[in-house]
């Protein structure tokens, strides 16, 4: 099992996935510069949080360009896991590996706090070690955090039950009050159709250490590992 | 030969800025405004041998593949002598 933390200029979560990977889910993890072209290799690609090309034009626009990007769809498309977090995750839905995209906060401010998410679906290879319905308190940091889609899309998106984590307050419930960025129903966190890429605004990489307010983050790196031992297994 | 290439978010599409500039015009003193939406507008410089509709071409797959994202944005292209 190897992982890859893909770094894009601008990255500024890339250490902080890698080390969540090499101590708490005690997994090989290397560095993957974003002009490498081969992801041959590895299971999952994580595509961490920062602001890639300064978030020039729009968050996660330019960095679709990268080499690596064109290697990431491939890797997707042979069933890999891919793994976006924050900027990482208005990548991917730049990049058209997930529906949607992320606009400016609804309030205008950047927001760096932890908030409380509930796990929609807990069949996925990033919550298959978590509880439905369970509230864990993760950190988000971002402007752009607001998930807009058209309504066919969001029909789909429940249909399939792709709509991951959805922003709630401390008892669970999805209320406007525990909308912190004004993401269309809550949305925090989506999967696509085949469940092996996702993508969410909040950092579950700064939730694994006790020290910093959370352990809430190792679940979901921990329900990845097992997604991979289960696929190497097959 | 240029290209000028605006692009707007789409109208289902809240605009939190617009909104807030439109709250500031506002606090200036200018009545009757409606409403404000914020978008981008480029200039590209293009090679000066290219037809108008050579260059057009160009300009508009360069809005629809990196200018615009078209989930959320429209985009208008006007080529210019």
């Known amino acids: ?234 | 030969m240029k290209a000028k290439v605006y692009v707007t978010l789409k109208p289902s599409v809240l605009d939190p800025q617009g909104k807030a500039i439109h709250h500031s015009v506002e606090l200036l003193g200018f009545e009757q405004i409606q409403d404000i939406r914020q978008g981008k507008y480029f200039e590209i410089a293009l090679a000066s041998d290219l037809t108008e509709a050579q260059a057009k071409d160009a300009a508009e797959k360069i809005a629809k593949d990196v200018l615009a994202n078209p989930v959320i944005e429209d985009y208008r292209v006007e080529i210019v002598q």
């Not at chain 1, 890339?14 to 997994?27: E, F, L, R, T």
């Not at chain 1, 042979?78 to 058209?96: D, H, R, S, Y």
């Not at chain 1, 988000?140 to 889609?149: D, L, R």
């Not at chain 1, 429940?158 to 406007?176: K, L």
Request: aromatic content about 10%.
């Open chain 1, 1 to 234: 099992m190897k992982f890859g933390v893909i770094v894009f200029p601008g990255s500024n979560c890339d250490h902080d996935a890698y080390h969540v990977i090499s101590k708490h889910v005690g997994q090989p993890v290397d560095f993957i510069w974003h002009k490498e072209t081969d992801l041959r290799g590895y299971d999952a690609g994580i595509v961490p949080g920062g602001f890639y090309y300064g978030d020039y034009l729009r968050c996660g626009a330019l960095a679709k360009f990268s080499p690596v990007m064109t290697a990431v769809k491939e890797f997707a498309a042979e069933g890999k896991f891919v793994f976006g977090i924050c900027n990482g995750f208005q990548i991917l839905c730049e990049a058209g590996l997930l529906p949607g995209a992320l606009i400016r906060n609804a309030n205008l401010h950047f927001i760096c706090k932890h908030v409380y998410l509930k796990i929609e679906n807990n069949h996925t290879p990033y919550t298959n070690e978590t509880q439905a319905g369970e509230v864990i308190s993760i950190p988000i940091a971002h402007a752009e955090g607001n998930y807009v889609c058209d309504d066919e899309t969001f029909q789909k998106l429940e249909e399939n039950n792709q709509i991951v984590f959805r922003y709630c307050d401390e008892s669970g419930e999805v209320t406007a009050e525990a909308n912190p960025n004004g993401a269309r129903s809550n949305i925090a966190g989506i999967c696509n159709l085949d469940r092996n890429v996702i993508g969410m605004m909040p950092h579950p990489e700064r939730a694994c250490e006790g020290l910093l307010g959370s352990n809430d983050g190792r679940g979901i790196f921990r329900s990845l590992s097992n997604a991979i031992a289960a696929q190497v297994e097959r």
